[in-house]
């Protein structure tokens, strides 16, 4: 098969590999659509993810969807022609953190571009049957490669109480905090307000249901009075290094910060006192867990809109290309898509 392989760091060659050759667990899975996740981009820049170094080559990508190829050996999952997207945190269901429900966190899990399992960017991709879901007609492949993005953001929403009288703040709209504008609109709030340094990017929040966009935090505390009358949960998805402390300051004494990025270095801080004297709840939301076949529903039901989201798409080939798009992203784009396949 034809595949994009990351031979070092901003260099994605287009090489041909053995096909994938399914567990019986498994179903083979043709590729259609890969969105471009920032995770993916530390091994493509920094050839590392959190300092865990690939041992070989790798395949990037965990956003997709795609059509089934070959159906699981042993009868499980859908059968071949069927068209799905897929959750990519593949857990054991064995260990005590599953037995407990927490699949998301498994000790076992195995994500595919993460290493060093071969991601998506690729005709063929072998992946459990579990982790599929059926689409509806009306859900096209790029839409249903944005359903994993979106079930992280409804993953953060429940971990949220969010409730008609909450003034929601969202640091950072790329997709995911797109997507939380979607889901907080659809929760009910009194209201949403989004923060984002690149103004290009509140276009479409605005559009989709925030109430105001601000390019920085302070312009957000004095237009809602000062730092202790912001916000009752903030939803930090800036992928900035100092987004915790933001979110700390932004937040109203007895709220919610809903932690969600991914700070470029491992270590980041925030003003203890702040936090503690306003008696903060401050939970961090990894992943996703049972959210794909919601995310789906709410894009098939019209109610989530992907398709709305500003985005930019390639072919497999122009792979590389992709990666350097969505490393210095032309103004308000917040995705690059690389179409596999018809
Ligand atoms: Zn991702
Ligand atoms: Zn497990």
Not at 17 to 23: A, G, H, N, R, T
Not at 76 to 98: K, L, N, Y
Not at 193 to 206: I, K, Q
Not at 229 to 239: E, I, L
């Amino acid at each position: 098969m034809k595949c994009a392989r990351c031979v070092a760091p901003r260099d994605i060659r287009i090489v041909e590999s053995p096909d994938p050759v399914p567990e019986d667990n498994e179903i083979l899975v043709s590729v259609r659509a890969v969105s471009l996740c920032p995770s993916d981009h530390h091994i493509y820049k920094e050839g590392h993810a959190s300092g865990v170094y690939p041992d070989h080559e790798m395949i990037l990508g965990h956003e997709f969807s795609g059509v089934v190829a070959k159906p699981a050996a042993d009868g499980s999952g859908p059968p071949e022609g069927t068209r799905v997207a897929i959750e990519p945190a593949w857990h054991c269901g064995r260990c005590d953190i599953c037995k407990r429900g927490l699949i998301n966190i498994c000790r076992n899990v195995v994500f595919p571009s993460y290493p060093n399992r071969d991601g998506a960017l690729a005709e063929y991709i072998a992946c459990p049957s579990f982790s599929a879901a059926p689409l509806p007609d009306n859900v096209g492949f790029v839409q249903a490669a944005l359903a994993e993005p979106l079930g992280v953001a409804i993953h953060a929403v429940r971990h949220a109480n969010l409730g008609f009288g909450d003034v929601v703040a969202i640091l950072g709209v790329g997709v995911i905090g797109t997507a939380l504008v979607e889901l907080c609109k659809l929760a009910g709030v009194r209201s949403i307000l989004v923060v984002d340094p690149n103004e290009s990017r509140h276009a479409v929040p605005l559009e989709l249901g925030a109430d105001q966009a601000y390019t920085d935090k302070d312009q957000l505390i004095e237009d809602v009075g000062g730092t202790e009358h912001g916000p009752s949960v903030v939803f930090d998805v800036t992928n900035g290094q100092d987004s915790f402390s933001h979110s700390v300051d932004v937040c109203e004494p007895g709220g919610q910060v809903i932690v969600i990025t991914i700070p470029p270095h491992d270590h980041a801080e925030l003003t203890a006192s702040t936090a503690r004297r306003k008696e903060l709840d401050i939970q961090f939301s990894r992943r996703s867990r049972h959210t794909l076949e919601e995310a789906v529903r709410l894009v098939s039901e019209g109610r989530v809109h992907p398709d709305r989201w500003p985005r930019k798409e390639f072919s497999l080939d122009e792979t590389g290309a992709a990666f350097e798009c969505s490393t210095n992203p032309p103004p308000g784009m917040v995705r690059a898509v690389v179409n596999v396949g018809e």
